[in-house]
């Protein structure tokens, strides 16, 4: 446990190890078996949570006190096995992968001197793990993609990025669940929308997540896109 | 439930509240207004509870029209340029003062200076949809479904109950330290990954504010950090005030929108107390940072609660002031009418007239009805009397003389029906009313009780927002309203008896009234000089009503009062 600032404190666990899902895990805790009021946000990465606390109430040597004393029963209800081995939830991701939705396809494909369906099989076929939320609500950092399938960013990002672009840059992909501006190599789009602050959950994606992209037909991808459009309204 | 209509959006304009917690693990910022102190200081002049949302305001204000009355305050960001525009005349709005507009006033808010986010703020609060827990909108992603930066023609609500302000206090409000750009900062994240020439050399120069600068982050430039840059570390959460460095050199600090995690060495952290400072910095502005231990930080965020929290609700003032019609007067001679039914009673009102020169007028809560007032005013009117509205508990049965036990929900509306209705009556006969005088046991109850008063005052001024408020000589009532900057009227009876404490005869007692004229003339000539009266007051009821009206307006002319 670590002060980044006089009111946070960063919580890194276990040593060095990345473990998104037990993150998850202890920041959800943190926020359920706090004291009330004590807490003010928890975020989890892969490598550790950040703690925000309102120290108006209490004085820092008792701020830190709690919050350790939580992540000590933390250990003891949840042992010290990682519960990373034992999973995450699994989630689906439709993907139509094709240039008309999906603009740098062919420039990655050519890039790495490789044909599309085999860009295609490679990001389709493996599970990825969410390893960090951020960027924006809903947006996960995935990883890690295929050793040939990696690629810098591009060097001018784009100003206008469709939301549900599927993405990829170095060792990581994600979706974008909202138009922004971005800097990825777009290599498909999904219909599935990553974030609806109407649903109880809001984000499809959470740390520590296994994700899968499912290909899809353009065809598929307009009728789903239409279903989740119904689903909305 | 009242509406505002946005007829310009100005450069940025959002509505916030204070941000939304719980969701910062699935990528959301907490968001809320910049300036939390700032938003929260505005809500604390109307009495409303913190967390109500206001309209956020960058750089320049917006034009916005308020389709019913309301009580608004503006905090933030001065302005020299805030006014509210009424039959094409423009009136300035003063900042940190609960100001009451008229339905269909239409506010200007300029550019503004000394910071660069401003807060409108609503009695009540805007009421644009919760999502996620707040209703802070998501400016930079308007796609994301957690609102969008405000449009012409965009329609808010505010306000969902009828007013239940409890204005409990008439302090004050603590004037918030000026604030000079020095952003302090505490170690963080990386800290340790800079060398001490770095740590030392970040707060050896001012950096300047880059116009790339928005909610999100506030972009400094200056002086890069001498030696290596660390290189980007492993992903972490984030929050407000964290001080990234990235590649460039030139740091970033994060703001309510800013990203959830990052990349980036977190070289410090501004600390909580000067996150209203850095959400004022503007483009070009200069600004320093400054080491200080967390103690020290934590300190400095104890008494800045402190401040924010002696802020008690302002009295409501009116955005426009202009002198009665009457103000070439000293003092003024009035009568309660509009109370006795068509018959003798009301002969004899009709014969007052003549010897005064206000009336207060009841509009239905105690006596009254549509035709007395239309009755009464066109009599005031041919008599050229100033016209004071004369509102009461809804006790028709007691005549006002009851305190009423009703919630505050109820008095407010009965209040506003009673004075919408003289409005209306009074904008008929193109004449304005001077003065609201309560009845009875409302007049007394408003008198004693200074909290109260504040309230029963501010549901006034939204419908006669230049009105004077009447009140007993020497009560409480007006002597705090007064130091509130609200026009005032004391007023004294010619045809009471005051004790030596000054306060009035029960009436239970048998000689608590005055019948001969020339003694209430003496009275009245008492009353004005060592008690500062300015408005006589003569009851319209009593047998010797006319000829007491008639000998103190004698006396008064004779001693060149009127």
Known sequence: MSWTSERSIWVRRPEGQSCPLEADHLAKWVVVEQTPGMVRAATPTAHGVLIELDIRQSEL????????????????????????????????????????????????SAQLGVDREQVIAWHSGRTYRVMTMGFMPGFGYLGSVEEALRLPRRETPRTRVPSGSVAIAEEMTAVYPHQSAGGWHLIGRTPMR?????????????????????????????????AEKQDRY | MGTIEVIEAGMLSSVQDLGRSGYQSVGVPEGGAFDRVSLRVGNRLLGNDEHEAGIEMSMRGGVFRFLDPAVVCLTGARTNDAAVEVDGRLMPIPHGVPTALGAGSVLRVGALRQGVRAYLCVADGIRSEVMLGSRSAL????????????????????????????VSSTTEPAAIEEQISVLRIVPSMHTELFSQEQLKGLCVEPFVVADQSNRAGVRLMGRLLEGAIPGRV??????????????????????????????????GCVIEADLPVLAQCGPRERVRFAWVGR?????????????????????????????PASSQRRVLLGCDTGEAEAGPGRSQELELLAHVSAVSIACGGHAGDDESMRHAIAGAAKHGCVIGAHPSYPDRAGFGRRTMAMDRGSLARSISAQLEAMARHADDHGVAVSYI??????????AQDVGFAHWYWARCALVFPNARFVGPIGSAAIAALRHSGVPTLSEGFCDRVYEPD?????????????ADPEQAAAQAERLIHTHGCDLLCVHSDTPDAVEIARAVSERLRVRGLV
């Open chain 1, 61 to 108: 040597d008792a701020a830190w006190a709690a919050v350790e004393s939580l992540l000590e029963c933390f250990s003891a209800q949840h042992g010290s096995q990682s519960a990373d081995h034992r999973g995450g939830r699994e989630v689906t991701i439709p993907v139509c992968y094709d240039e008309r939705v999906g603009p740098d396809l062919g420039w990655v």
């Open chain 1, 194 to 226: 990553l974030f609806d602050p109407l649903r109880d959950e809001p984000a499809v994606l959470r740390l520590g997540d296994r994700v899968r992209f499912e290909p899809i037909t353009i065809e598929a991808f307009q009728t789903l896109g239409e």
């Open chain 2, 139 to 166: 400016v930079s992603l308007p796609d994301a479904g957690l609102g969008r930066a405000l449009r012409r023609g965009d329609r808010l609500a505010y306000g969902d109950h009828a007013f239940q302000v409890d």
């Open chain 2, 234 to 267: 492993s992903s972490a959460g984030t929050m407000v005030g964290y001080v990234q460095v990235p590649a460039s050199g030139e740091p970033i600090v994060l703001g309510v929108d800013g990203p959830t995690t990052g990349g980036y060495p977190v070289i």
């Open chain 2, 295 to 323: 103690g020290e930080a934590r300190r400095a965020l104890l008494k800045q609660e402190a401040d924010v929290e002696s802020v008690r609700p302002g009295a409501v003032v009116g955005a426009i002031r202009h002198r």
């Open chain 2, 437 to 446: 005088k309560a009845h009875g046991a409302l007049y007394h109850d408003v």
């Open chain 2, 502 to 514: 000054g306060s009035l005869r029960s009436r239970h007692a048998g000689d608590a009234l005055i």
